[in-house]
Every structure is written in structure tokens, then in C-alpha cells.
């Protein structure tokens, strides 16, 4: 097999091309045969979210783990992280989520999580992908052995249930108004769900917790996800957020593995901004397991700053959600994630999980007694700048870009930082740099972008 195909989150790529039935045939036939172990009947929960393609891709895995053995249950369209806890939850022996995340509608992807809940090693991945290479055929069991397939209900409520209960004990007391008793009465919340995986379920939450909740991008039709709505696109959020003067606005991408924020103002508060203000309540409550927060390299040096002045560590991974948790794990942090709204809580879940990292924000917020702009805007961004340059085969060799890349990162000397990185889930190569001089920063990123144009020109 010369072809690798995971990349930083699953297999991901343009559905019917690169995410054919056949593929996801011998996906479903690989990773059965990997995680088949016991004597029993080993079983797999498959969710997805609201991709036409996703239909195609569910009954092509479907064909192939009963072709395997393997029982299989099917949630439809759920959120990742509830997946993940399901996987956990109904002692399957292996989690599959059918997305391509925040990507448009056209793409998807295949996502993988083990028994115990988590996402898969890279020595596990390498197992499966050696036998996607492979003949199979005489590795399928005989008819009296084979799977069988069925749908599982009431999956929503107790995903709901999971998340609610994630939230601090004494959280109920602090709700104010109608004397419910419940933590968001009085708030007025506008969620956006991407018309994704999340469509059902956050709002559902957020009500039953007690807000008058307003929505868009709850209205999938297979074509919409992530179109114009959701944590990649936030106008639509930060318009509906001024239109009906609410106290918060939520975006979840399309999958609901990561939050944005807009606070009452119409601002955007990304994942750094998040995990502050987490993070220092975490820290005045005794909850951080260890003095620090784990993100990767894109994470705002201003974000790094802020935590040393509060006495905590940024301790810093490469890209993607998967190696934040393996850091986590390593060292016994509890929090980490990502600037682009993937936030980790351990203490709740294996992966990355939009809502409960919402519910989280709005518990220190009702702790804090303070506006959204308040509580999420604990520090000054430094100037950064990202930009990608596409290419259509492979990504060329980093030597040939090298001297303007080292050009730039003497330019910037220690106020500032420089990355530049294949994409893990696309044919580009990102471009970031950030420092106290913007127009410093905008011109080594140029310059760096203008030479990997003409090397894949």
C-alpha cells in the first residue's frame, strides 16, 4: 500500500471520489477485523452527520463489518463526541463517525474511535490501512457468522442527558427568573449548528437548562451543512446575535466536535479566548489536574502570555485535536484544544465536544456574573496571520522554501512566531506568523506565500 490514508482526523476527502462505497467497504472489513477480539459478539456503533454522502458511506460500512462479523448500530445523524461516548456507553468494541467536519457538504470523511473511546494510534491506523491493501477474502466469515444492523433509538435524550450532567453540581442554584431553579434561566442564547450534526440536540439542552434559545443552521437538507452558517462562517451568528440582543451566540461545525463564540457585543471568541476563561476558573476552583492548558502551535502567543501571568503553562503539540489528548493523557492535563473552538475536558469526554465546551463557558459565566465581552476577552491576540497556498499533486519539499522561511524567522526574532505546515486535511499548505509588529508579520507571511506559489505553480 504506497497511499496513506488517515490523516490527522480519519479519511477525509471528496465523497464518491476519494470516499467511494468501495473504500468505505474495505474500511468497514479492515478496522472489523482489527478490533474483532473475544468471544462474544463483537459489535460497532456508526453515527454521522447530515451529508448526502453519508447514506452511501453508512451502508457500504454497514456491508462491510457484518461481512466480518460484527454487529452494527446505527445512530444517524449525531454529534462526534456523542459518538465517542456511546461507543463507550453501549461496550461496543469500536466507534465510527461518518464527516468531513467543517468542510462543505461535497466532501466527507470516516472517523474512528477504539473501546475505550478514544481516537486511534497512529500504530493502529497503520494495522488498518495495511489492510485496506489486502485480499480479504478468505478472511470473511462464514453465513451463520455474519453481522446484522439495526438502529438504535432514544440515542439523542441520553447524549443530552451526558452533557447536562457534566455541568458543576451546584449549577442549578444559580439560575435566576422564573424560579425554576434551572442554571440559564433569563439567558437569551442563539445556537447555530452548521445544519449539522448538532441540529437536534444542542438546542434541545440549552432549553431544557432553562435559555430562550434562538436557532439557525438547524435545517439540514444533505447540500447545506456548513454553508454560510457554523464555526467557520460566523456572520450569520454574529447578525442573528445583534438582532434579537442576546446574551451569547454559539457555533458548532458541522460535525459538533468544536464551538465558537460571540459574545453580546457581536464578537467572535475563538478557542484561545475559551480556554482562558475556563481555565481561570478551573484554576481559582482547584480543578486544573496540573498547572497548565495543552494546545497545539497555532494557539496565540498572547494566550501563551496570559497563562504565565496567571501561573500556568501552555504546553504546546502539533496540529489536531488528536494530539492535544495524547499530551493530555501523557501528562495529566485535563484541559487543552485548539484555537479553531476543538476544547478538551477530560474529566468529560475522550475528544473534542462543542456543546459541553459551551455549557462549560456559560456555567463560569453565570458563576462570574458578567457579560459574555467580560468573561472572554482575558487578553490582547498578538497580530497573527494564516493563509494557505494549494496544490494539486503533493506538497513540494520544504528545502526549496527554506531560506525564505529562515530569512523570516530572523526577521521576527523573539517577539514573534512562524509556521508552516501541510494541511491534514487538505491539498494545502498553511502559512502562519504572528508578532507585535502587524505589518512585519503580513510581510514575512507574503513573502513566504509568494515563494510556495511559484514552487507549485
Not at 146 to 169: D, S
Not at 290 to 303: C, D, E, I
Not at 367 to 372: C, F, H, L, M
Not at 439 to 456: F, N, R, Y
Request: aromatic share 4%; glycine share 12%.
Amino acid at each position: 500500500m504506497t497511499r496513506s490514508f488517515f490523516g490527522t482526523d480519519g479519511i477525509r476527502g471528496r465523497a464518491n471520489t476519494v470516499i467511494t462505497p468501495d473504500l468505505a467497504l474495505k474500511v468497514g472489513q479492515a478496522a472489523g477485523l482489527v478490533f474483532r477480539r473475544g468471544d462474544y459478539r463483537n459489535r460497532v456503533v456508526i453515527g454521522k452527520d447530515t451529508r448526502l454522502s453519508g447514506y452511501m458511506i453508512e451502508t457500504a460500512l454497514v456491508a462491510g463489518f457484518t461481512s466480518v462479523g460484527m454487529d452494527v448500530l446505527l445512530l444517524g445523524p449525531m454529534p462526534t463526541p456523542a459518538v465517542a461516548m456511546l461507543t463507550r456507553s453501549m461496550r461496543c468494541d469500536l466507534g465510527v463517525m461518518i464527516s468531513a467536519s467543517h468542510n462543505l457538504y461535497e466532501d466527507n470523511g470516516i472517523k474512528l474511535f477504539g473501546p475505550n473511546a478514544y481516537k486511534l494510534s497512529d500504530d493502529v491506523e497503520r494495522e488498518i490501512e495495511a489492510l485496506l491493501g489486502a485480499d480479504l477474502g478468505l478472511r470473511l466469515v462464514p453465513p451463520e457468522r455474519m453481522g446484522r444492523a439495526k438502529r438504535i433509538e432514544g440515542v439523542h435524550a441520553r447524549y443530552i442527558e451526558f452533557a447536562k450532567r457534566t455541568l458543576p453540581q451546584n449549577f442549578a442554584a444559580k439560575g435566576a427568573g422564573n424560579g425554576t431553579g434551572l442554571g440559564l434561566d433569563g439567558m437569551r442564547i442563539v445556537v447555530d449548528c452548521a445544519n449539522g450534526a448538532g441540529y437536534r440536540v444542542a438546542p434541545e439542552a440549552l432549553w431544557e437548562l432553562g435559555a430562550e434559545v434562538i436557532t439557525i443552521g438547524v435545517d439540514p437538507d444533505g447540500f447545506n451543512i456548513n454553508r454560510d452558517v457554523g464555526s467557520t462562517a460566523p456572520a450569520a451568528l454574529i447578525a442573528k446575535v445583534h438582532e434579537t440582543r442576546a446574551d451569547i451566540g454559539i457555533a458548532l461545525d458541522g460535525d459538533a466536535d468544536r464551538v465558537i463564540i460571540v459574545d453580546e457585543k457581536g464578537q467572535v471568541v475563538d478557542g484561545d479566548q475559551l480556554m482562558a476563561a475556563i481555565a481561570t476558573q478551573w484554576k481559582e476552583d482547584g480543578q486544573l489536574s496540573r498547572p497548565g492548558v495543552v494546545a497545539t502551535v497555532m494557539s496565540n502567543l498572547g494566550f501563551e502570555r496570559y497563562l504565565g501571568g496567571i501561573g500556568l503553562e501552555l504546553a504546546r503539540t502539533s496540529v489536531g485535536d488528536r494530539y492535544v489528548l495524547e499530551r493530555m493523557r501523557a501528562d495529566g492535563y485535563n484541559l487543552g484544544g485548539e484555537q479553531s473552538g476543538h476544547v478538551i475536558m477530560s474529566d468529560h469526554g475522550t475528544t473534542g465536544d462543542g456543546l459541553i465546551a459551551a455549557l462549560q463557558l456559560l456555567a463560569v459565566v453565570r458563576r462570574r456574573n458578567k457579560p459574555v465581552s467580560e468573561v472572554c476577552h482575558l487578553f490582547e491576540p498578538l497580530p497573527q496571520v494564516l493563509k494557505n497556498v494549494r496544490f494539486a499533486k503533493s506538497a513540494p519539499s520544504a528545502d526549496i522554501v527554506s531560506p525564505v522561511v529562515e530569512r523570516a524567522r530572523e526577521r521576527l526574532g523573539k517577539s514573534g512566531r512562524l509556521l508552516v505546515r501541510p494541511s491534514g486535511t487538505e491539498p494545502v499548505i498553511r502559512v502562519m506568523g504572528e508578532g507585535d509588529d502587524r505589518a512585519l508579520v503580513h510581510e514575512v507571511v507574503d513573502d513566504i506565500v509568494a515563494a510556495l506559489s511559484k514552487a507549485v505553480a
